[in-house]
């Protein structure tokens, strides 16, 4: 089992930055990939970032590539999200996701553990 909690969420303005965090249980945190997913009102939810077990392997949605920045600190259990140039179309729940594999995936399906998610909120 392992447990997600995600921080770091709140308002900002467009062009803003924010920096999400989730912090994970327990001593197997390196062996996951991890992931970060969004969700809007009324909207499925959608792949945003992924990271290998590892941290050497990083890979993004195409609407926030060169903007949003995904990293991990094995010995803190926690992965970050770095958000730059925030546009309004990026408020959303975000939320951080643990994948038993060497390598994450683009599906929200191949991860076995969710946070419970933070808002982030970007206005015009």
């Known amino acids: 089992q392992v447990q997600l909690v995600e921080s770091g969420g709140g308002s900002v303005q467009a062009g803003g930055s924010l920096r999400l965090s989730c912090a994970a249980s327990?001593?197997?945190?390196?062996?996951?990939?991890m992931g970060w997913f969004r969700q809007a009102p009324g909207k499925e939810r959608e792949f945003v970032a992924g990271?290998?077990?590892?941290?050497?392997?990083?890979f993004y949605a195409d609407s926030v590539k060169g903007r949003f920045t995904i990293s991990r600190d094995n010995a803190k259990n926690t992965v970050y999200l770095q958000m730059n140039s925030l546009k309004p179309e990026d408020t959303a729940i975000y939320y951080c996701?643990?994948?038993?594999?060497?390598?994450?995936?683009?599906?929200?399906?191949?991860?076995?553990?969710w946070g419970q998610g933070t808002q982030v909120t970007v206005s015009s």
């Open positions: 327990g001593r197997t945190f390196s062996k996951n990939a």
């Open positions: 996701a643990a994948a038993p594999a060497r390598y994450g995936s683009r599906r929200s399906s191949e991860y076995d553990y």
């Open positions: 990271i290998a077990w590892s941290g050497d392997s990083t």
